[in-house]
């Protein structure tokens, strides 16, 4: 059974409502970041990174919220969650969560983690001040440029959409109304009412 080790509040959300999108049997293993639990020896052995998600396979480890997404929907091709069969829209859907993984995420990361890029204080708050600012850039791109349709892929539903759900709902903590983007809001809505996200919640 495939395993996947995650946390509250991290892109580790993307991946578990893929695997309920593809109704793959999962074991989920939540992690205890205040405690430290993903430097523990025990977890580093398993994902030397110390972070989540990490999904644990009959032919090995993988992580990278990209990587385990396209695992996903390849692993599970019935679920049709990305588009295997078109080398460009399957390119287009990485291209987009490429972008979630190397930009926005690191905006996100700067306001709780600028430790992780400078040690001075006043560097690190510089930091932590820009972050709804950059967000705010990254969603106005979002809004204007890739969130054609329904879904970030248009009238198909893929696994971009559970990793642009997860990192939507970190806008409020960064200071950013989502009301701001009314595609993403409504693409937002629509997520919570798919089944696998409200398994994925909990």
Not at 2 to 14: E, F, I, N, Q, W
Not at 121 to 150: C, W
Request: charged letters at 20%; a neutral charge.
């Amino acid at each position: 059974m495939l395993k996947l080790y995650s946390a509250p509040g991290t892109c580790s959300l993307a991946a578990n409502i893929a695997l309920h999108e593809a109704d793959a049997g999962h074991e989920l293993v939540t992690l205890d970041f205040a405690n430290q639990q993903q430097r523990s020896p025990e977890y580093l052995a398993i994902n030397p990174k110390g972070r989540v998600p990490t999904l644990v396979t009959e032919h090995g480890v993988l992580s990278e919220t990209p990587a385990l997404l396209l695992y996903i929907a390849q692993r599970f091709p019935a679920a049709k969650l990305a588009p295997l069969d078109d080398p460009f829209a399957l390119a287009r859907m990485q291209e987009f969560n490429s972008y979630l993984a190397s930009t926005v995420h690191v905006n996100h990361a700067h306001g709780r983690r600028a430790a992780r890029w400078a040690d001075d204080a006043a560097a690190i708050a510089d930091m932590q001040r820009k972050v709804p600012q950059t967000m705010t850039e990254s969603f106005t791109l979002i809004e204007n440029h890739y969130l054609q349709g329904p879904w970030v892929l248009g009238e198909d539903y893929s696994v971009a959409d559970a990793y642009l759900f997860t990192i939507a709902s970190w806008l409020k903590s960064d200071g950013v109304d989502i009301a701001a983007f009314p595609k993403v809001a409504g693409h937002t809505a629509r997520m919570r009412t798919r089944p696998a996200v409200q398994r994925a919640l909990g």
